[in-house]
Nanobody, 125 residues
Framework: QVQLVESGGGLVQAGGSLRLSCAASGRTFSIYAIGWFRQAPGKEREFVTGIGSSATSTYYTDSVKGRFTISRDNAKNTVYLQMNSLKPEDTAVYYC??????????????????WGQGTQVTVAS
């Protein structure tokens, strides 16, 4: 079992930045791949970015490449999502999720067995 708690969401103007955190507790954090997903009202949950056991294994959906950066600090059991140059279309509830390492980078929600409660990100135009 691993428990995930997201934080860092909020309201920001277009072009601004936010850093989300995903703090984990429970089983050894480093054995999990972590993904960030988002869900806007009326839309399906979509993959944003993922990371394997280290920063050498990172994956991004095309719409956030060059603007978002995922990183992890296994000593702190935390994964971060740095979001720069935010756009109104980035508005959504952001969730972090954990999966076995062999699923690193997976964009499929059903590969992830553990989910946080989500944090709202709102980008005003």
């Amino acid at each position: 079992q691993v428990q995930l708690v997201e934080s860092g969401g909020g309201l920001v103007q277009a072009g601004g930045s936010l850093r989300l955190s995903c703090a984990a507790s429970g089983r050894t954090f480093s054995i999990y791949a972590i993904g960030w997903f988002r869900q806007a009202p009326g839309k399906e949950r979509e993959f944003v970015t993922g990371i394997g056991s280290s920063a050498t294994s990172t994956y991004y959906t095309d719409s956030v490449k060059g603007r978002f950066t995922i990183s992890r600090d296994n000593a702190k059991n935390t994964v971060y999502l740095q979001m720069n140059s935010l756009k109104p279309e980035d508005t959504a509830v952001y969730y972090c999720a954990a999966a076995p390492l062999y699923y690193r980078g997976s964009s499929r929600t059903h590969d992830y067995g553990y989910w946080g409660q989500g944090t709202q990100v709102t980008v005003a135009s």
